[in-house]
């Protein structure tokens, strides 16, 4: 519930404020790849950064993951600035990382102690989104409090999770303002008992734009001034032993653009997409991560030397959004060598449902599109409003969704409460690895023939009853416009009043 809390730390944030303003692959054969060059090796004289260091976290203890996280302005250096944020999570760029396990029950107080109003989303938690659960529609203003309470279902997938504010229509303000932390549910590697003991790096990814020594309040993600850093930290390094797998744990926390990472031909083993244990291992040697996505992967330390994890150029389309490259990590391999351990193989994975194979209760066409003002998108020929619901499910349902994006720029689609499978991209079937919160929609190829893709919905777990969200997970396109209301019902009982939007497909 909302309750106030003692204005005086309020006031002394604002006044903190006031004054300083001024100043698909083959399967793997990981002892052969394990020993590959790597093509960009560089010199051993390059300039590296800070040790690479895995997030502060808060444990979950005796099933309850007891937390506060407070809302107040911080000073502080990132990426070799002195940047003074008006808001952040417990004064911190990248704050406390929570591990929990499948049946806790997560108590998290929010206190907020900034000047814009604020909340908290559970970024891929399949958990109630009513009351004190991951309800996007309720506001802590300033000087207020919630208390989230809610229990995380004992057959939740494990993985990698995070949390951001999801208080519309300040998101990409908050976000892009360092307002984001990593949430890590259960073990995903316990069906591996060989990899139990192997290192694990948490790697959470932002970028910063700057003005005047402030974040830039409504950060267009085009051009070369922003700042990428991984745990907050500016072109660290990392230091692997030859041969040894370690466990990278990715997860893009920018608000607006995509992450485009390779070190030079180096294999990423993906087992874990957006939370999401796949069904066997993919091998791929470059990561592409749009706006909210997480990979979990396997990387193996390549031959001695020194090595580069480099963030490509990127555009996402002819009338969309441009941005350099960026160098995000230095590797560097030395010590004795590691006789390397085995990637499991497809027959340890779990046998996940093929949602293809079962019945679909409906079809729907939801339709991205940009609009002729530069500021404004539609969902469905019309804007996000929190007082209509453009969607009702019944739940127990399968729904295939044909979605399409107009623009000649990419969107990001993404569904709170539940994953998806995605089975077709232009006219292209994917194959089935696994589930997903986050896809993206390329660019169309003109004005009149839209990107296509096509995705199973399964709206059967009862925990999901209520209204939640889908929107552009490019942060700023979420602001002005590009997300609606979803609400999944009981066909069992009395359908409930419900005021339902005007949209056209």
């Known amino acids: 519930m909302l309750s106030s809390f003692r204005r005086t730390a309020l006031v002394a944030g604002i006044a903190f404020i006031a004054s300083t303003a001024n100043g698909i692959a083959a399967e793997p054969n990981p002892v052969l790849d394990a020993v590959e060059a790597v093509s960009t090796r560089t010199p051993m004289t390059v300039t590296v950064g800070q040790p690479l260091q895995n997030p502060p976290q808060i444990v979950s203890k005796q099933g309850v993951l007891s937390a506060?996280?407070?809302?107040?302005?911080?000073?502080?250096?990132?990426?070799?600035?002195?940047?003074?944020?008006?808001?952040?999570?417990?004064?911190?760029?990248?704050?406390?990382?929570?591990?929990?396990?499948?049946?806790?029950?997560?108590?998290?107080?929010?206190?907020?102690?900034?000047?814009?109003?604020?909340?908290?989303?559970?970024?891929?938690?399949?958990?109630?989104?009513?009351?004190?659960?991951?309800?996007?529609?309720?506001?802590?203003?300033?000087?207020?409090?919630?208390?989230?309470?809610?229990?995380?279902?004992?057959?939740?997938?494990?993985?990698?999770?995070?949390?951001?504010?999801?208080?519309?229509?300040?998101?990409?303000t908050q976000i892009s303002g360092g307002m984001a932390g990593g949430i890590i549910i259960g073990d995903v590697l316990a069906p591996f008992p060989s990899l139990k003991t192997i290192p694990e790096r948490v790697m959470l990814l932002k970028d910063l734009k700057t003005a005047n020594g402030m974040p830039v309040e409504d950060p267009d993600p085009s051009g070369p001034t922003t700042k990428r850093t991984i745990n907050g930290l500016?072109?660290?390094?990392?230091?692997?032993?030859?041969?040894?797998?370690?466990?990278?744990?990715?997860?893009?926390?920018?608000?607006?653009?995509?992450?485009?990472?390779?070190?030079?031909g180096q294999k990423f083993y993906v087992i874990a997409t957006d939370g999401n244990l796949q069904n066997r291992p993919t091998t791929v040697t470059t990561l592409i991560l749009p706006p909210g996505s997480r990979r979990e992967v396997l990387v193996y330390g390549p031959p001695a030397g020194t090595y580069q994890l480099q963030d490509a150029a990127f555009s996402t389309g002819p009338a969309g959004d441009q941005y350099p490259g960026q160098l995000m990590l230095t590797v560097i391999s030395k010590g004795t060598p590691v006789t390397p351990?085995?990637?499991?193989?497809?027959?340890?994975?779990?046998?996940?449902?093929?949602?293809?194979?079962?019945?679909?209760?409906?079809?729907?066409?939801?339709?991205?599109?940009?609009?002729?003002?530069?500021?404004?998108?539609?969902?469905?020929?019309?804007?996000?409003?929190?007082?209509?619901?453009?969607?009702?499910?019944?739940?127990?349902?399968?729904?295939?969704?044909?979605?399409?994006?107009?623009?000649?720029?990419?969107?990001?689609?993404?569904?709170?409460?539940?994953?998806?499978?995605?089975?077709?991209?232009?006219?292209?079937?994917?194959?089935?690895?696994?589930?997903?919160?986050?896809?993206?929609?390329?660019?169309?190829?003109?004005?009149?023939?839209?990107?296509?893709?096509?995705?199973?919905?399964?709206?059967?777990?009862?925990?999901?009853?209520?209204?939640?969200?889908?929107?552009?997970?490019?942060?700023?396109?979420?602001?002005?416009?590009?997300?609606?209301?979803?609400?999944?019902?009981?066909?069992?009982?009395?359908?409930?009043?419900?005021?339902?939007?005007?949209?056209?497909p």
């Open 234 to 264: 500016y072109k660290p390094q990392l230091q692997m032993r030859p041969g040894q797998l370690e466990f990278w744990r990715i997860g893009n926390q920018s608000s607006n653009i995509f992450y485009k990472l390779s070190m030079g």
């Open 68 to 172: 506060t996280l407070t809302v107040e302005p911080a000073q502080l250096s990132v990426a070799g600035q002195q940047v003074l944020f008006t808001a952040l999570y417990n004064g911190l760029y990248t704050p406390p990382l929570l591990r929990v396990m499948p049946g806790d029950r997560v108590t998290l107080l929010l206190n907020n102690f900034a000047q814009l109003p604020t909340n908290l989303h559970y970024h891929g938690f399949n958990v109630t989104p009513r009351s004190t659960g991951d309800n996007i529609f309720i506001s802590v203003d300033m000087g207020d409090s919630f208390q989230y309470d809610f229990p995380i279902p004992k057959n939740h997938r494990q993985g990698l999770y995070w949390y951001h504010p999801h208080r519309d229509p300040l998101l990409n």
């Open 341 to 504: 351990i085995p990637i499991p193989p497809a027959t340890a994975f779990p046998k996940l449902p093929d949602l293809r194979k079962g019945p679909i209760a409906k079809n729907r066409t939801i339709v991205f599109a940009d609009t002729v003002l530069p500021d404004l998108f539609y969902i469905n020929g019309k804007p996000y409003s929190p007082n209509c619901v453009d969607s009702v499910v019944n739940l127990g349902d399968v729904e295939r969704w044909t979605i399409k994006n107009t623009a000649q720029e990419a969107h990001v689609f993404h569904i709170h409460q539940l994953d998806f499978q995605v089975i077709d991209i232009n006219g292209q079937p994917q194959p089935f690895n696994g589930y997903n919160d986050v896809v993206t929609l390329p660019a169309a190829a003109s004005d009149s023939k839209p990107s296509v893709v096509t995705v199973l919905i399964p709206f059967t777990d009862p925990v999901i009853l209520g209204k939640f969200v889908y929107h552009c997970h490019i942060i700023q396109h979420e602001d002005q416009g590009m997300m609606s209301v979803v609400q999944v019902i009981d066909p069992s009982k009395p359908r409930p009043d419900i005021k339902m939007c005007h949209t056209t």
